[in-house]
C-alpha cells in the first residue's frame, strides 16, 4: 500500500467523531510481565471479555505476538479475528493507525511516530520499535493508503475529534518535553487540524492526576455529539483532581467549537481514589526502564474512557458507588446504544482503560 506525501486536509479525508459508523475496530494483547501483574494473565482475561464484547457489535480483530497466538486464539469468541503481530505492548489506541474517511466511503490511514509516551524523557518503556510499525502493519491488513507522519510524535488517546472540524487535546499533554519540544503550541495545532482534517482546536489545560501519559484527553473528557462533551467530575475539594476539572469546565465553557456552538457540558463523577495494592504492586516484574507500579500509587481511574460503537458503548467500572451514576448518564446521553459495563480494575492497574485499548475503523 501506498506512503502518501500529502495531507488527509489537502485530499479530502477527515478523522469522524468515534459516535459515527464503524466498520470495525483494532485490539492488541497484553502479555509483557513488566507492565500486566501475574505474566498478564488477570489482564488477559479483562482484554477477552472487552474483545468479545465489542465483537458482538462490530468485526473485531486482536493482534497477537507470535508467543500468545494459540492463546489468544482459545480464549477469544470465534467470532474475533486473531492476526500475528509484532508489538512491544497493547495500547492500540496509542500506536495504531488513526483512520480518515472521505465523502467517496474512502478510508485511508494516518501514521503518527510513536514514543512510548515520552521517548527518553519520560517514556514508559523502551524500545517502542514495534509499535512504532502497527499503524503501518494495520492500513495493510485494511488495504488502505497511508499518511506516515515522521516529524511528529502523537497518540491515538490524546485527541478526541467531532467530526465536524474540531479536535480536543491536552495542554498537558500536547506540549509535554517528551513529544514534540521543537514545536510552537500553534505549530502543533496546525498539524492536527492539517492531518485530521479540523480548524478548531480545544486546548484543555490539564488530564486526569496522576495519568502517565501526560494528561490524555480520551481519560477526561469525551464527545456525545458536535457540540456537546462529557467531562471528568469531583465535588471533593480535597482531591488533587477538583482543580483539574474545575478548570477544565472553565475553560470549556468559555469556548466554542469549529462551527461556533457553545458546548453544552455534562459532568461524570470519578470514582473514589483507586489505589495499587501490596500485592497487586508485587505481581509486576521490575525491569530497568519501564515506569514501577509501586503499592499506594494512585491510579488515573475515570468512566471518560469508555468506547463509542455501532449500538453500544463499552464502559469502565470499578465496583465503586459511582458505577451507576455513570451508567445512567450514558443512558440518556446514547438512548440508542446499550451501555456494556466491564469491571476494568485490571486494565487500568496497566496504565489505561478501555478506550486506551481499542481503535475504531470508520465506516
Ligand atoms: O493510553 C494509555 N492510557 C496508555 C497507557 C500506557 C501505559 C503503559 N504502561
Known amino acids: 500500500m501506498k506512503k502518501l506525501d500529502t495531507t488527509p486536509k489537502q485530499d479530502g479525508f477527515r478523522m469522524p467523531g468515534e459516535f459515527e ?15 500486566w501483574r501475574l505474566g498478564a494473565k488477570p489482564a488477559q482475561a479483562v482484554f477477552a471479555e472487552v474483545a468479545n464484547t465489542i ?20 480464549v477469544l469468541n470465534d467470532y474475533v479475528r486473531v492476526v500475528e503481530m509484532a508489538n512491544d505492548d497493547s ?4 500506536c495504531g493507525a488513526t483512520f ?49 507522519v515522521d516529524d511528529f510524535v502523537l497518540e491515538g488517546g490524546s485527541i478526541h475529534v467531532d467530526g465536524e472540524g474540531t479536535v480536543m487535546v491536552t495542554e498537558e499533554c500536547l506540549l509535554s518535553e517528551g513529544r514534540n519540544p521543537q514545536l510552537s503550541k500553534e505549530e502543533i495545532g496546525q498539524k492536527l487540524c492539517e492531518y485530521l482534517n479540523c480548524e478548531k482546536v480545544l486546548w484543555i489545560p490539564r488530564g486526569i492526576y496522576n495519568d502517565e501519559t501526560n494528561g490524555h484527553v480520551d481519560n477526561m473528557c469525551n464527545f456525545v455529539k ?7 467530575w469531583t465535588d471533593d475539594e480535597n482531591d488533587p483532581q477538583y482543580e483539574r476539572s474545575m478548570e477544565a469546565y472553565e475553560y470549556l465553557s468559555n469556548e466554542t467549537d469549529a462551527k461556533g456552538r457553545k458546548l453544552v457540558i455534562h459532568k461524570m463523577y470519578t470514582p473514589a481514589p483507586i489505589l495499587i495494592t501490596k500485592e497487586e504492586s508485587e505481581g509486576v516484574d521490575s525491569v530497568d526502564g519501564t515506569l514501577p507500579r509501586e503499592e499506594g500509587d494512585r491510579l488515573a481511574a475515570s468512566y471518560v ?3 463509542t460503537g455501532n449500538g453500544f458503548i463499552a464502559l469502565p467500572v470499578f465496583n465503586d458507588p459511582n458505577d451507576e451514576k455513570a451508567i445512567k448518564l450514558l443512558e ?12 476494568a480494575r485490571e486494565i487500568l492497574l496497566g496504565g489505561g482503560n ?3 485499548i481499542t481503535q475504531q475503523l470508520p465506516l
Open 21 to 35: 459508523k464503524h466498520a470495525g475496530c483494532y485490539m492488541i494483547w497484553p502479555e509483557r510481565p513488566d507492565n
Open 55 to 74: 465483537g458482538k457489535y462490530e468485526p473485531m480483530t486482536m493482534i497477537v505476538s507470535k508467543a500468545q497466538y494459540s492463546n489468544a486464539r482459545e
Open 91 to 94: 495500547w492500540v489506541r496509542d
Open 100 to 148: 480518515v474517511i472521505n465523502d467517496k466511503g474512502e478510508t485511508r490511514g494516518v501514521d503518527w511516530t510513536f514514543n512510548a509516551w515520552g521517548g527518553l524523557v519520560d517514556g514508559l518503556y523502551f524500545p517502542w520499535d514495534s509499535d512504532d510499525k502497527i499503524a503501518m502493519k494495520m492500513c495493510e491488513l485494511e488495504r488502505v493508503d497511508r499518511y506516515r
Open 226 to 232: 458536535p457540540g456537546e462533551v462529557i467531562l471528568a
Open 305 to 307: 474512557n469508555f468506547y
Open 332 to 343: 440518556e446521553l446514547f438512548p440508542d446504544r446499550k451501555i456494556e459495563p466491564i469491571y
Open 354 to 356: 478501555i478506550h486506551c
